[in-house]
């Protein structure tokens, strides 16, 4: 089988099961295809490994282990998980500072999605409920 059958028969498979769970780069590597979203300090940051992986062809290594675990919630758990330390050109301001990246003192809700879109991906993740049409 050609990888494009693999990846469609996959992306069936997932569609199927209608748990469209992990994502695979090239590589086949998984990562999270739902978005990871940070609640601490503040509610609430999306953080996309579609975007970023996909779209914008970074690999892995680009982000694990350093500065980010392959663990959901553990960046959550440093004191100085911050404005400042992005600013500082940690974390997402590894990147987000300007030039490899837009830079983290500015377009602020491309980040962060506040409580009202956090409730709104929690309504459409949850599969049991039914979806609301606009
Ligand atoms: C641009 C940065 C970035 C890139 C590139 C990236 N990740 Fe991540 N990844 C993150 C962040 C941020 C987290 C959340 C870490 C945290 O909460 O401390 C994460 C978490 C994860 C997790 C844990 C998910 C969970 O629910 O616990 C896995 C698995 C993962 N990444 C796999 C990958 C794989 C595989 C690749 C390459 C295909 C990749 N990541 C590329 C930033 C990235
Ligand atoms: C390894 C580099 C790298 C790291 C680390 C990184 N990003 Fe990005 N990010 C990029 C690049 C490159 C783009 C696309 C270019 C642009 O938009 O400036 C991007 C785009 C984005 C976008 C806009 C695209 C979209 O999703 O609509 C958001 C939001 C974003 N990043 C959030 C984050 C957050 C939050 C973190 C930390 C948890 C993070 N990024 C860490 C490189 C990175
Ligand atoms: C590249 C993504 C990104 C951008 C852009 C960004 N932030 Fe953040 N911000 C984060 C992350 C990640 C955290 C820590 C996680 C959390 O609080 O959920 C955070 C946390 C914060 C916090 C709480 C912690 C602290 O430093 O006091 C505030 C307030 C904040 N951001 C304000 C802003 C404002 C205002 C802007 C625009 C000027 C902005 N952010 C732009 C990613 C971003």
Redesign the pocket.
């Known amino acids: 089988m050609s990888k494009m059958k693999i990846v469609l028969c996959l992306l069936s498979m997932f569609f199927f099961m209608a748990v469209p769970v992990m994502g695979q780069d090239d590589e086949g590597e998984d990562y999270p295809q739902e ?2 979203i ?1 609640t601490k300090p503040v509610k609430a ?4 490994h ?3 992986v996909e ?2 062809g ?1 690999d892995c290594d ?2 694990h282990d350093e ?2 675990e392959m663990a959901a919630g553990t ?1 959550e758990e440093n004191d100085d998980f911050n404005m400042e330390a ?1 600013y500082e050109g940690n ?6 500072d300007g030039e ?3 830079a983290s003192n500015k ?1 602020c809700t ?2 962060h999605i506040g409580v009202k879109g956090y409730n709104r991906l929690q309504g459409s993740t949850a599969p049991e409920k039914e979806k609301k049409g606009h």
């Open positions: 978005p990871i940070f940051v999306i953080f996309s579609k975007t970023h779209d914008n970074l680009s982000c500065p980010f960046a992005l974390y997402c301001g590894q990147c987000h490899t990246a837009f377009r491309l980040c």
